[in-house]
Nanobody
Framework: QVQLVESGGGSALSGGSLILSCEIS???????????FAWYRQVPGGDREGVATFHTRSGIKTYSDSVKGRFTIDYDKAISTVYLYMLSLRPEDSAMYYCAAKMAATWDPCELTANFPTWGQGTQVTVSS
């Protein structure tokens, strides 16, 4: 039913910025009000790390401590797209970034550790000094 496609990855210098996009297909209407969208990242051989989440019903956003104050998640319902605005990039931000989606069971903030059943293909981010 749902497909996620990420884009916007690439190379940046330390202190620079990038904007990632996640287009959501076949996922419109009221269902958007009961969903969690998230960005995760993963380095080769590593675990998936939750970066940011957004609750479409409450509007509550959550961030990992490592990106708080530097990254911002946003959602444009009109075009069914989730964004990740990445500022003040650091080399340790280098990773494959994935967009994820799931239904929200409650109005509580979407947890970074939640299990997301739907994923995009990923977009690579590389930050150099």
């Amino acid at each position: 039913q749902v497909q996620l496609v990420e884009s916007g990855g690439g190379s940046a210098l330390s202190g620079g910025s990038l904007i990632l996009s996640c287009e959501i297909s076949k996922y419109t209407g009221k269902s958007h009000r009961n969903a969690c969208f998230a960005w995760y990242r993963q380095v080769p051989g590593g675990d998936r790390e939750g970066v940011a989440t957004f609750h479409t019903r409450s509007g509550i956003k959550t961030y990992s401590d490592s990106v708080k104050g530097r990254f911002t998640i946003d959602y444009d319902k009109a075009i069914s797209t989730v964004y990740l605005y990445m500022l003040s990039l650091r080399p340790e931000d280098s990773a494959m970034y994935y967009c994820a989606a799931k239904m929200a069971a409650t109005w509580d903030p979407c947890e970074l550790t939640a299990n997301f059943p739907t994923w995009g293909q990923g977009t690579q981010v590389t930050v150099s000094s």
